[in-house]
């Protein structure tokens, strides 16, 4: 069987080349160990990144680990990347957003009775920016389609796990429905949360 550093160092060159957060349980089935001991592993290459202050760190995501750039070093980034086009929620996204985000699962007609508007083009563009997915039909009559929140949605707003959400007690009360009468579009040069280019 490898020895913890031979399995740290085979990490460190999974998550390089995967890109994408790297599953712990698909780790662990590559080696025959428990996801724990994976898991602990993942979280002491974690702080040996930080420890050495590097240029790239690991985050969690969902149990998952992924490197990704220093905060700190964004503006060194940008420099280097510019012209960078960045997309950025119109206020109707994010609202519907964070509706999905505290209430998930949550059906479009619980959405909808939140905000007092449809929200058919809003809901279809987080989709389309895997920020929101369907998660299952709701046993209610008609059963509706049920949506929630993706790994996505938790790397693009920098949370762990849905836990880390600022606390919130009443969504409805906190949503301004200034712009009820306003075009759901998606994207807007108005609201300074950066996503990815993309697509």
């Known amino acids: 069987m490898a020895g913890s550093k031979t399995i740290k160092s085979a990490i460190e060159s999974m998550m390089f080349v995967w890109g994408d957060p790297l599953d712990i349980k698909e780790v662990a089935d590559i080696f025959n160990v428990d996801k724990r001991e994976i898991y602990d592993l993942c979280k002491e290459l974690q702080a040996e990144y ?12 969902n149990k998952c680990f992924q490197f990704v750039t220093r905060p ?4 060194y980034i940008e420099r280097l990347c510019t012209p960078v086009k960045h997309k950025r929620l119109s206020q109707s996204a994010l609202e519907v957003l964070a509706i999905i985000a505290y209430k998930q699962p949550v059906t479009k007609g619980e959405i909808e009775a939140v905000r ?9 563009g987080l989709m389309k920016k895997e920020l929101v997915a369907q998660l299952g039909r709701s046993d209610a009559v ?14 693009e707003f920098g949370f762990e796990t849905l836990k880390d959400l600022p606390e919130i ?11 009820a009468d306003s ?12 996503l990815p280019s993309g697509e």
């Open 50 to 61: 930080e420890q050495e202050g590097r240029g790239i760190v690991i985050r969690e995501v």
């Open 183 to 194: 075009d759901d579009i998606l994207y807007t040069e108005q609201i300074a949360i950066e």
């Open 142 to 155: 008609g059963r509706p389609m049920l949506y929630g929140t993706t790994d996505q949605f938790l790397m």
């Open 169 to 179: 007690e009443d969504i409805e009360g906190v949503l301004d429905e200034s712009d």
């Open 72 to 75: 700190e070093n964004i503006g």
């Open 116 to 124: 007092g508007i449809k929200c058919d083009r809003v809901i279809e």
